[in-house]
């Protein structure tokens, strides 16, 4: 048998399996049927495989279950906005927060220059290295083109 | 049961999460079980088809409204499903499938075991195949989609579904032989 036989056996196989051959087919495919022994051999191999295939039924969840499906979709869906909210409500209430401490801390007279000047340029570095980290990880997950990659 | 999803669905580019509860309710059980065939336990196919619903939720405004919904849906429930397999084992356990009563009712009790056994065995089978082949085998054997539905839905010709599932069945026989043994 060529390759190109072959290729045409399997696509009729496959057809014949699952009960989409035309009259034409057929003829073609009893042809191969009964001229090659390999050809016979696969057909009742995968045809008998089909049949056991064919049994399986999935399994859904308990029933109870299944009825919640939506209501736990919504209620995922209502918490997201939730959270979305609450994260954009605490940012608003710690860079406020933050603004009137850095303040009230540089135009405290007791606290000395130096100190004024060191836990500045700690926050400040501290500011500068996470903002520097979040962009980097935002920018290398746009352009990653590996990141749908599954190993 | 009937949707006017294209009006639904424009509804839920509103923001009408009802109208998402119809959508959701009419492809859930399609969702479960490609989730199920890929990752072969109840408990995470129903976790997974639920965040796959989710993360398309949050991107309907992208969604152009011209395709079809579930072929779309479908891009990101596969993507969910090989992350999950990518990050951790999955179990295709037999308490997973059932054998169908159509079937089974035309047996003898010691045929339905046997053919329980068999089916157990392919189950498990479908677990090991690389998930190209997995992919397909669910597809055909468990959604019962013609060539032309799955070669839509993962957008390639006809002549590619026929020959992936040859080669996937082909494995499939492989893989329950090298189980048996």
């Known amino acids: ?151 | 049961m009937l949707i006017d999803e294209h009006h639904l669905l424009q509804k839920c580019r509103k923001g009408d999460q009802q109208a998402y509860g119809v959508i959701v309710n009419h492809y859930k059980e399609q969702a479960y079980s490609i989730a199920l065939g890929y990752v072969g336990s109840i408990d995470d196919a129903y976790d997974l088809s639920q965040d796959a619903f989710i993360k398309a939720y949050k991107h309907i405004k992208s969604f152009d409204l011209s395709r079809s919904f579930f072929n779309w849906f479908y891009q990101i429930l596969k993507r969910i499903c090989l992350n999950f397999i990518r990050d951790k084992k999955t179990h295709f356990n037999s308490d997973a499938v059932e054998m169908d009563n159509l079937v089974s009712k035309d047996l003898t009790p010691e045929e339905q075991n046997e053919q329980k056994e068999q089916q157990m065995l392919v189950w498990k089978a479908i677990g090991k195949l690389a998930v190209e082949a997995r992919e397909i085998i669910i597809l055909k054997e468990f959604k019962e989609m013609s060539y032309k539905e799955i070669a839509v839905l993962l957008e390639i010709p006809e002549g590619t579904v026929m020959s992936r599932l040859y080669h996937a069945r082909k494995a499939l026989k492989k893989e329950i032989e090298e189980v048996m043994i």
């Not at chain 1, 299944?66 to 954009?88: A, H, K, T």
């Open chain 1, 1 to 151: 048998m060529t390759t190109a036989q072959k290729s045409h056996f399997e696509i009729l196989l496959m057809k014949a399996i699952d009960g989409e051959l035309n009259s034409e087919e057929e003829k073609a495919f009893s042809y191969f049927i009964e001229t090659f022994e390999i050809c016979r051999d696969e057909w009742e191999e995968l045809s008998k495989l089909n049949k056991i295939t064919g049994g399986i039924q999935m399994k859904l969840p308990e029933p109870e279950k299944w009825e919640q499906y939506w209501g736990n979709i919504y209620n995922r869906l209502e918490r997201g906005i939730g959270w979305i909210l609450f994260s954009v409500g605490m940012i608003i209430l710690l860079s406020t927060g933050g603004y009137y401490a850095i303040q009230a801390f540089l135009s405290d007279p007791d606290i000395p220059l130096p100190e004024k000047i060191g836990l500045s340029a700690f926050f400040l570095g501290s500011a500068i290295l996470i903002v520097s980290v979040v962009r980097e990880k935002l920018t290398l997950r746009k352009s990653d083109k590996y990141k749908d990659l599954v190993r």
